[in-house]
Structures are given as C-alpha cells and as structure tokens.
C-alpha cells in the first residue's frame, strides 16, 4: 500500500479508504485550513447519466477561431455545434498541472467547470492520466518525459499524480465527477508490444504506475476510474482480448481496493476505428474464399468494431471477477467515417479481398494505421447510455477524450522539449511493414502530437457521420446495429447531404475558380508513388507570374481512368478525367514566386501515366 510521503501541503483533506471499508470514504483533514468542506458526492453506478459533461473553454475557443475561417457558412456553423461539445482535459505533462504554453493548468479547468455546473444536474469532468515512465513505448509520436526508470516512476509520484490528486480532492470540486482515462495504450502495449526492448523496459512501471495512480485517485468518491483498452483492431483477437483481460484484473488485484478501483475502461482513445461496420455485420459469413473476417482488413480478428469490442471484453472481465456493473466508455471523437468515400451499400463482389474493402466505413490502409488517419470524420457526439447499443456492450456514454483537431504527431521531425519523437506512422510518404507494407494513409503537415491541427479539423468536421446539425445531439447513427452479429442494415443511406460524388466538391464561396487570370504564368512538379491499385500524388505549384494571386484553381487531367481519392491542401473534385484542385480557405493567396505544396492519394486499375498538361486560372503551366 502506498504512502503519502511528504504529500500534505495542497491537500486539506484526505480520503481514506481500504478493501476493507471500500466504500467508506473518511475525511481526514490533514491542515488547519479553514475551507468548509462539503462532503464529495455519493459515487454511482454511471456518471453519466443525466449528467452534463465540462466543455473546455480553451479548445472550444480554438474551434470557434477555425470557425471564423471555415469560409462555407454551412461548415462554419458545423463546427460552431462541435466547439459546444464536451471534450477531455490531458494532463500530459508536469507542466500541464499547472498550466504551459499549449493550455491552461488543472485549476483553471476545474474552476471553470464549477462554472458549468448548473442547479443539481451532475457535472462529469472527463480527464486524462497520461504520463507514465517511457511512455508510448511502441511508438514515438507521444513519447513522454519520464525515463522508464525507477527515478522516472518516483517523479510519477510525487510530480504528477500527488499534486494532481492534492488538485482535486479540495472539497470546493468534491461535487464534480471526474471521469478518469488512465494511460491511453499502456497496459494494451504489454499484452502484444512484450517483445519490443522499449516495451519490456517500461512493463514494471506501467503495471506499478498505474496501481499508483488508480490508489491514489480512488481515495475520493467523486473519481470514476475507467482504464484504457484499446480498440477492437488492436485487441479483438481472442488470443489478445483475453490475456488483456487477465492483465487488467491482475492489475486490479494488486491496488488497494481490489476490483473497486477500477470503475470501467475506455475503448478507442484517440483512435478511428468505428462503432460496427454497417455493412459488415457478419463477420463469420462466407464470401468467395472465405469467411469476411479472414480478409486481409481484419486478419481473422472477429470484432469489427467497438460495439463488439466493449462487449467482449466485458464478458472475459467478468470472468475474471470484475463486477457486472463494471462500465465501458467508447470515445468517438474521430470514429464517423461519413463524407464522400463512405459506402451506401454493401458490395457485390465475390472476391473476398474486394467485397471487404468495397464495404467497410473505416477507409485506413490497415487497421493499425493511428497517426492523423485521412478521410476520418466525426463520430457520436458525446452522450449517456447511448440508445441502440446493444446491452451486452454495457456502456456508461460515448465520449470525446482526444479533442477533435488535436494531432497525433507530427510527419515530419519537429523539436520540442516534451519527450515526442517523430514517428513515421505519421508520415505519409512512409510505407510501413506494421500496416502490410502500405502507405501510412497519415494526414500530411501534421504537427507535434497535441498540437492544433486546422487542415485535419476540418476534413473531421466534414466528414463526421452522423452529419453534424442533425440535431442538439442526435441519437446514434441508424446504422450502428443493436448487436454486431446481426443481419446488414444495407438498406441505410447516408444523409442526402452528404455529396454523392467520390470527391470533396467545392463550395464556391470558399474557392472562386477564376476562369482567366491574364498575365497568370505557373509552374508545376507532379510526383506520383504507386503501389497495387493506389498512389499518392505530390503536386508543387509556382505562381511564375509578377503578381499574386488572391485564389487559385488547378486543373488536369488523367489519362487512364485514375480517381482522387482523398485529397489535402486544396479542395479537390474531379469530373470525368478532369481534375480540380482550387485553393483551401487558408492558402488562396499565393505570393509572385510563391510555392504552394498540394496532394492526394489515388486509385488507378494498373496503368497511372502522370499528367502532362496543367492550367492555373487558365494559364498553361510548364512542367517539371
Ligand atoms: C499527445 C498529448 C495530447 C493528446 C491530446 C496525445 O497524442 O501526446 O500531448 O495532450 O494527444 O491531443
């Protein structure tokens, strides 16, 4: 059991609590301090329901300035109804506690939502631990501060998770629900990552690290606890989703409230993979040569997504004697999957290759592609006891825990002083063996994990599904089905607002395409990567002319029936072979001289000559 050190100078009261008198919390004060203590709400089974949840001012103030920007008014009241959503406060760092240069310290947010709470309708403060010693120890985007040492795990302590809780247990926020997401990826990292030298390294004080921390929070009633578990295309096999469930409750066993400590576990942190595939519901269904979940997207992995997800992995823990009541979270910040390259029906193929790819909503190269992933949108707005999930998936709410617009790392290597390391998950010219030796499929000009990401927000907001401005806060999309096990729902369509077309198409109030610019002169160098039946295309564009320009359109086209796919930087269309490429709301002045750099990833059917001829406002260019 741990002690508290030399831990008493914030703190003016302390919880105490042991497995013998789990719930009964004791208030001990600890200083002279004359606050009057307000004895912390009662713990329930679900904070969330109806419950309110804190939105942060800072982020939502961030996303009102894209708003500004956004150009298309109809965009622009989109992410008008996302700066409203709750989002998860990251303590990723010392410095965070108190507050840095990348946000406001834990005070301030707490202090704000004491603002946000409202006569006796509860408030849930979703929070994130993440910090631990070697931190990210299978990749390097988020790579931390703390060395994965025993000097590494004492700062965890005594620097991070002490003042974090002296913060929180002041009795002026004991009537707050601090929602908890213990270090996103660690414990998963251990069960398929243990042969990674960085891994092995960091395994003790990730098991130590967070008993630490679930102790030392679960002294306050008012705490709820969920730990992360991954995603369904990370876990789902049973050879990964039961020993994780073994890890989870081992780990359970050593705190000092057993099973108590722990009051459920998020699913999909920062990631993109959906709730159910609408049009994949089966996944033991014989296709050509084989069962749907044999094909090389799901790699035999039988949960397609995090509804199935959340309920297996609730079975195996109650196996391993976690209670019933023990509830999941699903973050679907980043999980919606809409705009134009979601499929409306499910596929007709006989190859089974091709009728999984042609059907599935998650749009990746792989299911381990984590990094800014392109095409993303939106999922669920956060809600409580989603209606239509089924019941075996016991979920507490749907939440936003990564802040939509929030990197994931950057593609290129930038320095910092917070530990992050370039990873080339991120970089999209990178071709990784850890996704079958493909393209990352990563969001070009990414910046540092954390970091404000514009170009990729707006893509999120775009392509959310369901489409955002259904409504305050829409029940779940129709085509999540009840149980991930049955029948397709082929008949669901997106919302007709949602462009038919398989290329973004302009919207003519951000990007007037100029038919002629007289005396316009440009210069293009246009270069392609292809592999199988895809390719991305790096395209560099030079005003040559003597005079800026205020918007521009690109325009060429293809010689062998090649498709853009996904495109960044500009605005993309395409009609017939000829493609558009008109300036994005950020980059439509283009200086005499000046460069802007622009792309896309493509499909081809063999056959990808690039293209020879390229205008710019109707200006011939020259090539190369
Ligand atoms: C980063 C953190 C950041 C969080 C939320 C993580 O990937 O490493 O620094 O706070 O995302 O955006």
Redesign the pocket.
């Known amino acids: 059991m741990s002690t508290h050190g030399n831990r008493t100078a914030g703190r003016r009261w302390r919880a105490v609590a042991t497995a013998a008198t789990a719930t009964a919390l004791v208030a001990v004060p600890l200083t002279l301090t004359s606050t009057t203590a307000t004895a912390a709400e009662a713990h329930v089974d679900n904070p969330y329901a109806g419950a309110k949840q804190y939105v942060n001012p800072t982020w939502a103030a961030t996303v009102e300035s894209a708003a500004t920007r956004a150009g298309d008014p109809a965009l622009a009241a989109q992410m008008r109804t996302v700066a409203q959503q709750p989002t998860?406060v990251?303590m990723?760092?010392i410095s965070?506690i108190a507050g840095n240069a990348?946000?406001n310290g834990l005070k301030f947010h707490l202090d704000e939502a004491l603002k946000q709470k409202t006569g006796s309708t509860p408030l849930v403060f979703n929070l994130?631990i993440?910090n631990l010693p070697g931190r990210?120890c299978y990749a390097l985007?988020?790579n931390?501060e703390l060395p994965a040492t025993d000097a590494g795990l004492a700062r965890y302590k005594t620097e991070y998770i002490d003042p974090i809780v002296d913060m929180l247990s002041d009795p002026k926020y004991g009537d707050i629900r601090i929602a908890a997401t213990i270090e996103?990826d660690s414990l998963p990292n251990l069960i398929t990552n243990s042969s990674e030298a960085a891994c092995q390294q960091s395994a003790p004080y990730y098991r130590e690290g967070v008993k630490y921390a679930l102790d030392e929070l679960k002294t306050m009633s008012n705490v709820y606890t969920y730990i992360d578990a991954a995603h369904s295309g990370w876990l789902g096999w049973d050879s990964n989703a039961a020993p994780a469930a073994k890890l989870f409750a081992d780990v359970a066993k050593t705190t000092r409230l057993g099973f108590a400590s722990i009051d459920g576990f998020v699913t999909n942190t920062?990631n993109s993979t959906p709730l159910a595939e609408p049009f994949l519901t089966d996944p033991n269904k014989q296709v050509g040569s084989g069962q749907v979940r044999s094909a090389k997207f799901y790699e035999w992995n039988p949960d397609f997504g995090e509804l199935a997800w959340t309920a297996h992995l609730h079975s195996l823990l109650v196996a391993e004697g976690f209670p019933a009541s023990t509830g999941m979270l699903i973050d679907t910040s980043r999980n919606g999957w809409g705009g134009p390259n979601r499929p409306t029906a499910v596929s007709t193929s006989t190859n089974l290759d091709t009728y999984v790819d042609e059907s599935r909503i998650d749009r990746r190269v792989h299911r381990g592609a984590w990094c800014n992933p392109l095409g993303a949108g939106i999922g669920e707005l956060p809600q409580a006891t989603p209606a239509g999930a089924p019941a075996a998936s016991h979920l507490d709410a749907y939440v936003w825990i990564?802040?939509p617009g929030?990197?994931?790392?950057a593609s290129k290597e930038i320095p910092n002083d917070?530990g992050?390391s370039f990873d080339r998950m991120c970089d999209p010219t990178y071709v990784s063996s850890k996704l079958s030796n493909q393209l990352t499929g990563a969001t070009p000009d990414a910046p540092?994990?954390?970091?404000w990401f514009e170009a990729q927000f707006v893509t999120l907001v775009k392509n959310a599904y369901p489409v955002i401005g259904s409504g305050p806060n829409p029940s779940p999309t129709p085509t999540v089905s009840p149980t991930p096990t049955v029948s397709p729902t082929p008949t669901v369509s997106p919302s007709p607002t949602v462009s038919p077309t398989p290329t973004v198409s302009p919207t003519p109030t951000v990007s007037p395409t100029p038919t002629v610019n007289p005396g316009a002169s440009c210069s293009v160098k246009y270069t392609a990567n292809s592999w199988n039946s895809g390719f991305t295309a790096s395209v560099k564009v030079t005003n040559t002319g003597s005079s800026a320009l205020s918007s521009w359109s690109l325009k060429f086209a293809f010689a062998n029936g090649q498709t853009v796919q996904q495109g960044w930087s500009a605005t993309w269309s395409q009609s017939g072979s000829t493609v558009t490429a008109a300036n994005a709301a950020w980059n439509g002045s283009l200086a005499a001289g000046g460069s802007v750099d622009i792309g896309f990833n493509g499909a081809h059917s063999g056959t990808n000559t690039a293209p020879t001829s390229f205008t710019l406002n109707g200006a011939t260019c020259t090539v190369g």
């Open positions: 998860a990251w990723d760092r965070a990348d946000g994130v993440y990210d985007a988020s931390g996103p920062a990564k802040p929030e990197s994931d790392g917070q992050k540092l994990a954390g970091q």
